[in-house]
């Protein structure tokens, strides 16, 4: 839900980082926070349990500069990608502008990675969103580990509907900032259709 | 698909400012936050500069919906209330206009009794804007359908955004 003050002159929108657990999407959110200016981005917070699972979300704010006069700023959420955090994850929905999937590229991890979009999907429906008109971005996470599955045969088995699909290593940022700005450009596309 | 965009104008931003504000004063507060429930800030008035107010936006919609959830669990439609009580200060969380939250921070200058009193008399305030708002959300801020000032955002301008 894209937050428009016309008073203040901000655009604020959300976007939710969702995948199996232990796939990255803290990761990422990590190295955009380290890589980004501090003037440009806000506290970084973890809701995460003593083992450094994410237990509700983490949350980062950045701010990308104006258009058109008004400053954009982007909310960026992960979901607690465990199983059984799934009232979690629909709360964070909640609202929600664009979704990033990051994707583990490990071939055990298919099935999870699978589950996770079709649980993604049902999500949405909850809040009345179709992943088919959604802003959305795929990322195939972890592509410098043993017994990973290649792209293109994980391109046919998780992309969507053809959402633009990223290979990342999320510790070195390799694809981390190309997902993030695929998904936030769709968002502002949408904005001009508005 | 549900309205995607929530927005605020300017004289409306200015009346739940106002509404704020008084709030604030009559309940002795060190601070009054209105946050949208999918955790954005829509406005807040007092000693802002204190707190992470971003953070504070997000956790309480955080806390809210949590809170919501737990509710419907036990067959509730919502815990309209929530109050957490620190040492020195303490945080009343209520919904208005169904749509956003009210958050006030208050300490030992004030109390639960006083802050609740008068944010009951303040959510009636707040809900009136919140129906304009409603109104012209639907109708565009002139009264009328006017051209989103969007729909002219270039390829470039995105572009420009991320140094591209």
Known sequence: MTFINYAAKEINCKIVYYGPGLGGKTTNLQHIYNKTAPDRRGKMISLATEADRTLFFDFLPLDLGSIRGFTTRFHLYTVPGQVFYDASRKLIL??????????????????AN????????????????????????????????????PVDEMY????????????????????????????AKQILVELRKK | MPTAYVEVYEEEFERLEQALRRLRYDSNAKAVFLIDKNGQQ?????????????????????????????????G??????????GQRDHIHISIVARRAILLVIFDER???GLVRLRVKRASAEMDEIFEDMNRKEN?????????????????????????D
Do not use: C
């Open chain 1, 94 to 111: 909640k609202g929600v502008d664009g979704v990033v999937f990051v994707a583990d590229s490990q071939t055990d991890r298919m099935e």
């Open chain 2, 76 to 85: 509730e439609r919502e815990f309209s209330v929530l109050f957490h009580e």
């Open chain 1, 114 to 149: 699978v589950e996770s979009i079709r649980n993604l999907e049902l999500n949405l429906q909850d809040h009345g969103f179709d992943l088919l008109d959604i802003p959305y971005a795929l990322q195939f996470n972890k592509r410098d580990l043993p017994n990973i599955m």
């Open chain 2, 42 to 74: 829509i406005a807040a008035v007092g000693d802002v500069e204190e707190f992470d107010t971003t953070s504070l936006a997000s956790l309480t919609a955080g806390n809210v919906a949590a809170t919501d959830g737990l509710a419907k669990l036990i």
């Open chain 2, 110 to 112: 004030s109390s639960l």
């Open chain 2, 139 to 163: 109708r565009g801020p002139g009264g009328q359908v006017e051209t989103s000032p969007f729909s002219e955002i270039t390829d470039e301008d995105i572009d420009s955004l991320f140094g």
């Open chain 1, 156 to 183: 046919r088995m998780l992309n969507y509907k053809r959402e633009p699909t990223f290979a990342g290593i999320a510790p070195q940022g390799v694809g981390v900032f190309e997902t993030l700005k695929s998904v």
